[in-house]
């Protein structure tokens, strides 16, 4: 724009007219682009010259803070609806497959445009990082006002299919019709969450999603017990807070001037269809999966009562605990990725590929001592029930053992993601949760019994682990292949 504005002057300078000094909107709208075409600069010399193994634990703490902050707040809502009955604990359990279905619509949109906008930004195309911004964004927000709608109308056949029994489905119901409310903006600010950090902004990211968890914190109890709106009131405090991260982060999304949203920038196409699609298919593939694999748990627990359902519900929020730290140090991997990537430095990519699994690994490591050892102590702090106790404790203990080698299939699934290679990366995300949990649960619980479902998760752990060693080897020696192939095409360019 400023460039035609000079060109236009210097027209008008040789026919003999006057100069005409530019407006004050259009030297307005001339710094705001030579500002965000500086903060887009400044996060290419960083996310591409800095020590890689510094620059990905300066992205992946405020994700891992976040995270962290976010399992306290969904441990928080197990607690206060623990104190409701043992049902009302189980419908949490059955809540998280719709949970789930939020989250894979925000995740396939959020890692669809987040992993093109980092690879645009790596080569320096402002446009199209601002273009895949916009996209994904509104395209999460219809979506999940798609998911709303649907839910709502199949509100009951979705509860049960999901495991719930018939003392648990009035609160199932409750409390997933009032998440189903607030679908929308969930979806909208996961994607969102998804774009800041791989623009390399995961500190404002964090302080958007911490103030929302830190809100549920007062609001889950005054409205429960104080207002005496018992699980409804967990579910409108969730879509509460949500909303307010949700504003938080569209905010700040304007703000970090290094790709921008506008309506402008919104375009249809093919190619960009296919685009998103690589990026999303695997987060997709993953969360769907994970909704079948609770579903698939629930039901093989069903048969034993609510009890364990409750139980499975329990352990699953304990153990998030070790996978968000997973998944924060591979948020903080994976814009490193991106931006080396399509900027052709394939050695920083092997770099950052490698220390992240080593740290997913370490740190998860030490968490899983403290469940292993007081697996039963954690537990009871949820519900009071001796049967529950009994089931969550044996559960924990199993998954333990096998949860910190799940990061090496975590980090080579996110970079197999960033890198496009989508078939590889959704098969990957597929395995833990879906091709080897769903026959082992249906093998084990017809030989074993509830031993059989309690130990389910940590045979699948151990058999995708054993899928992804191979793959993150492939991919090692096909970035040392680009790598040899870019320097030998400097060479002769010389």
């Not at 809540?95 to 894979?104: E, G, K």
């Not at 924060?328 to 931006?339: A, K, L, M, N, W």
């Not at 080897?436 to 058999?463: F, H, M, N, T, Y």
């Amino acid at each position: 724009m400023v460039q035609d504005q000079r060109d236009n002057a210097g027209e008008k300078d040789a026919a003999g007219e006057k100069d005409v000094a530019p407006s004050p909107d259009a030297a307005g709208q001339a710094d705001g682009a030579s500002g965000q075409e500086d903060a887009a600069k400044r996060k290419y010399r960083q996310m591409t010259q800095s020590p890689v193994h510094r620059l990905v634990l300066s992205l992946a703490w405020p994700s891992i803070v976040s995270n962290l902050v976010t399992t306290l707040y969904n441990l928080a809502d197990t607690f206060f609806i623990g104190r409701i009955s043992t049902s009302a604990s189980g419908a949490i359990g059955v809540a998280f497959v719709v949970m789930t279905l939020i989250q894979a619509a925000g995740f396939y949109f959020g890692q669809g445009t987040g992993n093109a906008m980092s690879r645009y930004l790596g080569r320096r195309d402002q446009r199209m990082a601002d273009t895949m911004a916009s996209i994904g964004v509104t395209a999460a927000f219809c979506t999940g006002l798609a998911i709303a709608v649907v839910g709502h109308l199949l509100l009951e056949p979705i509860c049960i299919l999901a495991g719930s029994t018939r003392t648990i489905l009035p609160y199932a119901k409750t409390y997933i019709g009032l998440i189903l409310i607030g679908a929308p903006w969930m979806c909208a600010a996961l994607t969102l969450n998804m774009q800041l950090r791989f623009e390399g902004e995961s500190a404002y990211a964090m302080v958007a999603f911490v103030s929302g968890a830190v809100l549920n914190f007062g609001l889950a109890p005054l409205f429960i017990f104080v207002l005496g709106m018992g699980i409804a009131g967990a579910g409108l405090a969730t879509i509460t807070c949500q909303f307010l991260s949700f504003v938080l982060l569209l905010v700040g999304m304007q703000r970090s001037h290094v790709a921008h949203l506008s309506l402008g920038a919104l375009a249809v196409g093919r190619d960009l269809a296919r685009e998103i699609n690589n990026g999303g298919l695997p987060s997709l593939a993953r969360q769907l999966v994970s909704g079948f694999a609770i579903t698939v748990l629930n039901n093989a627990a069903r048969p034993y009562g609510d009890a364990a359902i409750a139980a499975i519900a329990i352990v699953q929020r304990v153990v998030s605990f070790g996978n968000y730290i997973q998944i924060g140090i591979g948020q903080g991997f994976q814009p490193v990725c991106g931006y080396n990537y399509g900027a052709g430095r394939y050695d920083r990519v092997r770099e950052a590929m490698r220390f992240a699994r080593k740290a997913a690994f370490g740190v998860v490591a030490c968490v899983c001592v403290l469940t292993f050892a007081c697996a039963g102590q954690i537990v009871s702090l949820f519900r009071d029930d001796p049967e529950v106790i009994r089931i969550a404790t044996v559960t924990l203990r199993f998954q333990s053992v096998t949860l910190p080698l799940t990061g090496i299939a975590m980090i080579t699934n996110f970079a197999l993601q960033t890198t496009g290679r989508m078939w590889r990366a959704t098969f990957l995300g597929l395995c833990r949760l879906g091709l080897a949990l769903a026959p082992v649960v249906a093998i084990l619980s017809r030989v074993l019994g509830l031993a059989g479902v309690e130990c389910a998760q940590s045979v699948a752990d151990v058999i995708t682990v054993l899928v992804a060693i191979p793959m993150a080897l492939q991919l090692e020696r096909e970035l040392r292949q680009r790598e040899a192939d870019s320097r030998a095409r400097s060479t002769a360019a010389r």
